[in-house]
């Protein structure tokens, strides 16, 4: 009897062994399924740029020789082409998260009135004044993924935030090279696009279009600042790989 209830209880502790290890192990697959549902996307952008206000201000400088005084400042940009890569990882079926980075070379072009009065005289020598700026950026944003289900090509849209940061080369003028330093500048972005299947259930191609949203970089030179908002669009196809 001794023997049958030893037995008995190594039977019963092995048993909830197994079970607690079984469901461990189900929560663990489980959970590993949830952070493992997703894909990476690589691929090209278009570049556009828009800006959307304008507040630009007068600024006066004064030295031995006279007063500068610069006003109407205007700036725009090249267009240009680009990289975008994305994580997108959807732990629910309709909700996920979605990481960011982007890059692309371009010009900003600043143009501005220049008036300069010598000391002692009331005669103004007026001028237009030019500055372009070849400049990288690289974007970094992460944002909520809405994604509804049960539709074949997957569409979805995207919305966050990040950073940019504005990489110049060196500023051209028609007087003089001037040195800019990089300059980050806070960002949103809002993006929709689906994904079109291939016959492979891990290889898609994907259709997008993105916005970011920030204030036009002037590198620290209040001469040139239009403190201007301005919105990039990039429409963007990619290969995607999902995992």
Do not use: C
Not at 103 to 115: A, F, G, I, N
């Amino acid at each position: 009897m001794k023997h049958l209830k030893r037995l008995t209880r190594i039977a019963m502790t092995t048993a909830a062994a197994a079970l607690f290890m079984s469901a461990g192990n189900t929560a663990h697959a489980q959970l590993y399924k949830d952070l493992h549902i997703g894909n990476v996307a690589v691929g090209g952008t278009g570049v556009f740029n828009t800006i959307l206000e304008s507040n630009e201000r007068p600024y006066n400088t004064t030295a031995a020789g006279g007063t500068t005084s610069i006003y109407n400042q205007r700036q725009d940009t090249t267009w240009s082409a680009g990289f975008v890569g994305s994580v997108q990882m959807v732990p629910k079926s309709w909700l996920g998260l979605q990481l960011n980075y982007s890059y692309t070379r371009y010009q900003e072009r600043y143009s501005q009135l220049s008036r300069f009065t010598p000391t002692g005289s009331t005669v103004s020598n007026l001028a237009t004044r030019s500055v372009q700026v070849p400049t990288d950026a690289h974007e970094a944003t992460a944002g909520y993924l809405i994604h509804p289900k049960h539709i074949a090509f997957k569409p979805y849209v995207a919305i966050g935030g990040g950073a940019i940061d504005f990489n110049p080369e060196g500023g051209l003028t028609q007087f003089q090279t001037s040195t800019y330093s990089h300059q980050w500048r806070g960002a949103g972005y809002l993006e929709t696009g689906f994904d079109i299947p291939t016959h492979n259930k891990h290889f898609a191609f994907r259709v997008s279009g993105r916005s970011l949203y920030y204030r036009s970089p002037n590198y620290g030179d209040s001469s040139i600042s239009t403190r201007s908002w301005r919105v990039t669009t990039q429409p963007a196809i990619s290969a995607v790989y999902k995992f």
